[in-house]
T-cell receptor, first 117, second 114 residues
């Protein structure tokens, strides 16, 4: 199956700093990538949808100036958490897809655990 | 708007027994896709099985089968011959046509007992 990587797998940072998370599709071209956030023992919540070469579409309640998403190529999307605070500590998961049709499968990355001190 | 409901926060099953995890959904779209994912404690999302709204037969993948009842809008996951390694969180999800977005249920924590 298709492989999606995320880097880093975990990160600890101080409050007020910015953290960049990379999501790469290793063996296919992902026209669409999705970013999710998951708090402990909760479900995945979609943060934003990004299509290659265009601006990301953010879900209601997600601050686009705080969570910067860039999808510069068909194999790479990045999520930057700017001026991180302890409440941003969470598990961030990306997924990549070859399309937006009902039958296009999403392939998930392994996730990134962010801890903000 | 789409909605996925998983009413079982936690389930226990004896090793080698079968278990059914419930999932109901709500959508006005005639075309949709239903997915089940397994999330072990490591956090990775593992795809288990897919059912398309127009599929005539229930999906099966090894020990996993999906009991798809379209009229009742349910898509229950059946795991046969449970193994200790099946202990994990299980999520039901629906794919929204057009955007490709997945809407997830709240999940069911399955524990397989030896």
């Amino acid at each position: 199956g298709a492989v999606v990587s995320q880097h880093p797998s975990w990160v600890i940072c101080k409050s007020g700093t910015s953290v960049k998370i990379e999501c790469r599709s290793l063996d296919f071209q992902a026209t669409t990538m999705f970013w999710y956030r998951q708090f402990p023992k909760q479900s995945l919540m979609l943060m934003a949808t990004s299509n290659e070469g265009s601006k990301a579409t953010y879900e209601q309640g997600v601050e686009k100036d705080k969570f910067l998403i860039n999808h510069a190529s068909l194999t790479l999307s990045t999520l930057t958490v700017t001026s991180a605070h302890p409440e941003d500590s969470s598990f961030y998961i990306c997924s990549a897809s070859t399309g937006t049709g009902t039958y296009n499968e999403q392939f998930f990355g392994p996730g990134t655990r962010l801890t903000v001190l | 708007a789409q909605k996925i409901t998983q009413t079982q926060p936690g389930m226990f099953v004896q090793e080698k027994e079968a278990v059914t995890l419930d999932c109901t959904y709500d959508t006005s779209d005639p075309s949709y896709g239903l997915f089940w994912y397994k999330q072990p404690s490591s956090g990775e999302m593992i795809f288990l099985i897919y059912q398309g709204s127009y599929d005539q037969q229930n999906a099966t993948e090894g020990r996993y089968s999906l009991n798809f009842q379209k009229a009742r809008k349910s898509a229950n996951l059946v795991i046969s011959a449970s193994q200790l390694g099946d202990s994990a969180m299980y999520f039901c999800a629906m794919r929204e046509p057009g955007t490709g977005q997945l809407t997830f249920g709240s999940g069911t924590q399955l524990t397989v007992l030896p």
